[in-house]
């Protein structure tokens, strides 16, 4: 914890003096232009990939960043409420699902129930992608453990964005070109980021 509260003075010192003009307009309104959905691992830092300021992304996080598809309910639904406060109240002019090499979560999402026992609430969280599985074994045409990971983590990055389509709002939004929709995968170890692209149905990597 110490490192935590050196970090909090330093931001103090510098960052903050250095963007004070930004933060106070911050303090009363915000006005990003992206929803991004990614994956809590500690990893993956939104602002760094993007190298965006505080005030332009409005950043959703959890495990294998995953999308329920939209349905009403009287549960607590952090991640939905989340989409709908961005999309209906801030309306952001884009999202971004981005998922990542190496994903723990994706990884458990071909793990058998008996293995996930010790985590069911991650098990329960990850039913969401069940169809993941399917679809990656379908795609196999040999065992190679690499490209089942790849794979795996690509595909699931597709379902989510299909699941942001049925909330109503955002395919109203979608259709009139008003929201934009977008895929990202990152590799950790290489820095790069590969963005869907919805004509070739390939991930392509992103260049200045």
Not at 8 to 31: M, N, P, S, T, V
Request: aromatic share 10%; hydrophobic share 35%; glycine share 6%.
């Amino acid at each position: 914890m110490e490192k935590l509260f050196k970090g909090i003075a330093k931001f103090r010192e510098k960052d903050f003096e250095a963007h004070k003009e930004l933060f106070q307009k911050l303090g009363r309104q915000q006005k990003p232009h992206t929803l991004f959905i990614g994956c809590a691992d500690s990893r993956v830092v939104p602002e760094r990939l993007t190298r965006t300021m505080p005030g332009e992304l409005f950043t959703v996080r959890n495990v294998a960043n995953i999308v329920p598809p939209f349905r009403f309910t009287e549960e607590y639904v952090a991640t939905t409420a989340s989409i709908e406060y961005a999309v209906q109240v801030l309306e952001v002019q884009n999202i971004v699902v981005c998922g990542h090499s190496n994903c723990g979560g994706c990884a458990a999402l071909n793990q058998s129930q008996e293995e996930l026992a010790h985590i069911p609430n991650v098990r329960r969280w990850l039913e969401i992608s069940k169809e993941v599985k399917g679809r990656v074994d379908r795609q196999m045409t040999e065992e190679c453990p690499e490209k089942r990971e790849w794979l795996t983590e690509q595909i699931n990055i597709l379902v989510q964005m299909r699941n942001l389509l049925t909330y109503p709002y955002i395919k109203q939004r979608f259709a009139a070109g008003t929201l934009n929709i977008y895929g990202w995968y990152y590799i950790i170890e290489t820095g790069e980021i590969f963005n869907f692209n919805d004509k070739s149905q390939t991930f392509d990597l992103v260049e200045s």
